[in-house]
């Protein structure tokens, strides 16, 4: 099944169940979630940002599966943390921004598969050199996109740490900041692990935890962007 909000905002102070199919916030007009007093969300339902101008995504409701489409950008509004139990996809063309102020933001995924756009950190704070951008992920990634850190105030992470074997794959532009591989999993390389146009000055590195595994077989790990500094700490 799907409902589409065809652009028009909902408003309703009851209680939303998706239990089946797909939600589609947004059209030619931008649309967010609806602040209903209950959200309930069943396993295997999507909800699907498709606005074809900039449109604000919400980090409250625990999503099973997130598709952020239509080519207008995406932000994810304010600090705090976002989980998605199921599959984050981007498949439309535009940016989607995953940190717009100073503090931290987490994002709990299983799987995440980008076929298309651009994903960044955004504007995070790196004056203590801490991760504000942390994306964990207990599934396999797959990325044909673009992830980029646009500025030096952009510092983010992907934590793989499934505790099992996950996969990595990259045909796209690959260049945020860390890969942590933690919890005794097993990243197996499907593709090359290539950093490219790296921020002058800011190191990349993958650091693997005690008890975890790179499992490369006959790719290779090295960053193409010559202005940054790379390490593989272990």
Not at 9 to 31: P, V
Not at 68 to 85: I, R
Not at 88 to 101: D, M, P, Q, R, Y
Not at 215 to 220: F, K, L, Q
Request: hydrophobic share 35%; aromatic share 12%.
């Amino acid at each position: 099944s799907s409902f589409l909000d065809g652009g028009h905002q909902l408003t309703c102070a009851g209680t939303l169940n998706l239990t089946s199919g797909t939600f589609t916030l947004g059209a030619a007009a931008a649309t967010t979630f609806p602040a209903f007093a209950t959200v309930n969300i069943a396993s295997g339902t999507t909800v699907d940002y498709n606005s074809a101008v900039a449109q604000t995504l919400s980090m409250t409701p625990v999503y099973s599966n997130l598709t952020c489409s239509g080519n207008g950008a995406k932000t994810f509004a304010g600090s705090t943390s976002c989980t998605v139990s199921g599959t984050f996809t981007i498949s439309g063309a535009g940016l989607v921004e995953l940190n717009t102020t100073a503090s931290l933001n987490k994002y709990y995924i299983n799987n995440y598969i980008q076929t298309a756009g651009t994903l960044d950190g955004g504007n995070t704070n790196n004056s203590s050199w801490s991760y504000d951008t942390q994306v964990f992920i207990t599934g396999n990634f797959n990325n044909a996109g673009t992830i980029e850190n646009t500025a030096p105030i952009d510092y983010g992470m992907f934590v793989f740490n499934g505790g099992g074997t996950q996969t990595f794959s990259n045909s796209g532009s690959f260049s945020w900041m860390a890969i942590w591989i933690q919890n005794n999993t097993t990243l197996t390389l499907n593709t090359n692990l290539a950093y490219s146009n790296n921020v002058a000055g800011f190191s990349c590195f993958v650091t693997i935890d005690a008890g975890s595994t790179i499992n490369a077989g006959t790719n290779t790990i090295s960053n193409t962007g010559a202005a940054s500094p790379f390490a593989v700490n272990i």
